[in-house]
């Protein structure tokens, strides 16, 4: 197999790189700066003529992006700092603003399927309109990647496109100085799971196993230093540092399209009940890899789960053999909560969503029907009674 990596975002890390990365980034006589408003912009001097921009991303308003676009017309560059939501955002933004001719196949594809591609013909980088990404946050890595979740009427959509990736990154710890102890290890769980799913789904690879292998040992260990007590600045940066490399390295580079089975049940579980990603992943989790554990391909390999889990468990060696046993003991080590268990509509509502955004003739999902959806969702909430599904149904977008 043949396989490339190309990435092109340059990334400037350590203390005080903020101040430094702006001093030579070309900002232009316009920049646009998109900062959460959550976030205080330590180190980020808003420079003269800006448009100073500060946004609730997180909120997932489909109005965002529009409003965004519109103050940032004669942008000369965009400078975003934030969360994963608010560097999304302002992803988009460059891109629609570099190629506004992208508008509407975006809109057309997002109303047919969870992901969609940007078109390959439109979807050179622009060097006019620069974007600077420093992210508040540890594990989405949205700094270096080339995919955005966008918020539509019809839910939350994958984008993946070159015009998506920044060109410069910053990796400052003094920005994720005050980034709650509970998301700090949601971010490196996020971090291992980015790395150890698409293992999970895809066959041997030497040089990306061995990339896989040296990120998931590197978070494990963070997330125990961790459990101890605190991070520092040092210990902080290399979060973000495995977060990019999560992105960067050869750790996905050949593996499986859509091979991180659990992240298309858990964005639809999280859009439907409103809540964030991690924990619909935790919740949802056990009962994908315990399938995958039991042999049912569709899902991923046994031997691959296997030997991701013997890297877990090479640091923490008390876990349990069994995965099926040790997800939960390791989710509950590591102070790790679910979701609270969903309405039983919610959870009818999500498994129809899984299937029409992901499965059926799209690629991602498609050897899975909607009712194996909902049993991973009814075995994921026990308390929850499950609703039969005896046909497909429109489901209404909220």
């Not at 990339?211 to 459990?227: C, Y």
């Not at 992240?263 to 949802?284: C, F, G, H, M, Q």
């Not at 498609?366 to 499950?386: D, K, Q």
Request: charged residues 20%; neutral net charge; hydrophobic residues 50%.
């Amino acid at each position: 197999m043949i396989t490339e990596s190309y990435e092109p975002v340059r990334v400037t890390a350590g203390a005080a790189s903020t101040a430094a990365s702006l001093a030579r980034f070309r900002l232009g006589d316009r920049p646009l700066v998109i900062r959460d408003s959550a976030v205080e912009p330590v180190g980020l001097m808003i420079p003269p003529g800006a448009v100073d921009l500060s946004v609730e991303a997180a909120a997932g308003d489909m109005h965002l992006i529009p409003a965004l676009l519109a103050a940032g017309r004669r942008a000369t560059s965009v400078v975003a700092l934030g969360g994963g939501s608010t560097l999304d955002a302002a992803k988009i933004v460059r891109m629609f603003l570099a190629a506004p001719g992208l508008a509407a196949p975006v809109r057309a594809l997002a109303e047919r399927s969870g992901f969609v591609r940007i078109p390959a013909l439109v979807a050179a980088r622009s060097a006019e309109l620069p974007l600077l990404a420093i992210p508040t946050t540890l594990g989405t890595g949205a700094e270096v990647s080339s995919v955005a979740c966008q918020v539509t009427p019809w839910g939350r959509r994958l984008l993946a496109g070159a015009h998506l990736r920044p060109d410069h990154a910053v990796l400052d710890p003094v920005h994720t100085s005050t980034l709650p102890w509970a998301l700090q290890m949601e971010g490196l769980l996020e971090v291992i799971l980015r790395v150890l799913a698409p293992l999970i789904g895809s066959p041997p690879s030497l040089a990306a196993d061995h990339d896989a292998r040296a990120i998931v040992t590197g978070a494990v260990a963070l997330a125990e230093s961790l459990r101890a007590g605190y991070l520092g600045a040092e210990e902080r940066l290399l979060a973000a540092q495995l977060s990019a490399a999560s992105h960067r390295s050869w750790a996905l580079v050949g593996r499986e399209s859509y091979a991180a089975k659990h992240w298309y049940l858990a964005n639809e579980l999280s859009w439907v009940t409103d809540t964030r990603k991690i924990p619909a992943t935790i919740a949802v989790l056990p009962a994908i890899w315990g399938r995958v554990a039991e042999g049912d391909d569709r899902w991923g390999f046994p031997e691959r789960l296997a030997l991701a889990w013997s890297w877990v468990r090479g640091a923490i060696p008390t876990l349990p053999t069994d995965v099926r046993d040790g997800l939960p003991a390791l989710f509950e080590r590591w102070g790790l909560r679910a979701i609270d268990a969903p309405r039983t509509a919610q959870l009818h509502e999500a498994a129809l969503r899984v299937h029409e955004s992901w499965g059926g003739s799209l690629p991602a999902l498609g050897r899975i029907g909607v009712a194996e959806i909902h049993e991973v969702f009814a075995e994921s909430f026990p308390t929850a009674l499950a609703l039969p599904i005896e046909h497909r149904e429109e489901v209404k977008a909220k």
